[in-house]
C-alpha cells in the first residue's frame, strides 16, 4: 500500500509559478517511478511528467514542456512539481501517483496503482 498527500496548489497570476509536493508512505519509496497528472473541468485526466526511482530519467508533456520540473526527495519520501509560466490552461486539479512495478516511462493512467487526491491549481488571466 502506498498513501500520497499532495499540497502546494492555489490560486496564482498567469506567468507566475507554484510548486506542488506529494509526500508518500508505505511501500518504499525509493522503488516506485512517480508521476503527476492534472484534470481540467470537463476534460479527461492527463499525463504532466514522470520521474524514475532514482531521479535520474524525467518524462514530460509537450504542453509543460520547458515550463514545470519534477524531481524528488528519496530521504523525503516527497516527490515535487515546480511550476513556472503559468498559464490559464494549466488549470485544474492535480494528482501525484505511484507506479510500483515501473517498467520503463510510466506515462499512462494504467501504469500507476495508487493516487492522491488531488490538490487545485487556479491560474487567472
Known amino acids: 500500500q502506498v498513501q500520497l498527500v499532495e499540497s502546494g496548489g492555489g490560486l496564482v497570476q498567469a506567468g507566475g509559478s507554484l510548486r506542488l509536493s506529494c509526500a508518500a508512505s508505505g511501500r518504499a519509496f525509493s522503488s516506485n517511478q512517480m508521476g503527476w497528472f492534472r484534470q481540467a473541468p470537463g476534460k479527461e485526466r492527463e499525463f504532466v511528467a514522470a520521474?524514475?526511482?532514482?531521479?535520474?530519467?524525467?518524462y514530460y508533456a509537450d504542453s509543460v514542456k520547458g515550463r514545470f520540473t519534477i524531481s524528488r526527495d528519496n530521504d523525503k519520501n516527497t516527490v515535487y512539481l515546480q511550476m513556472n509560466s503559468l498559464k490559464p490552461e494549466d488549470t485544474a486539479v492535480y494528482y501525484c501517483?505511484?507506479?510500483?512495478?515501473?517498467?520503463?516511462?510510466?506515462?499512462?493512467?494504467?501504469?500507476?496503482?495508487?493516487w492522491g487526491q488531488g490538490t487545485q491549481v487556479t491560474v487567472s488571466s
Open positions: 501517483a505511484a507506479d510500483v512495478r515501473p517498467v520503463g516511462a510510466a506515462t499512462r493512467i494504467g501504469d500507476y496503482e495508487y
Open positions: 520521474i524514475s526511482q532514482s531521479g535520474g530519467r524525467t
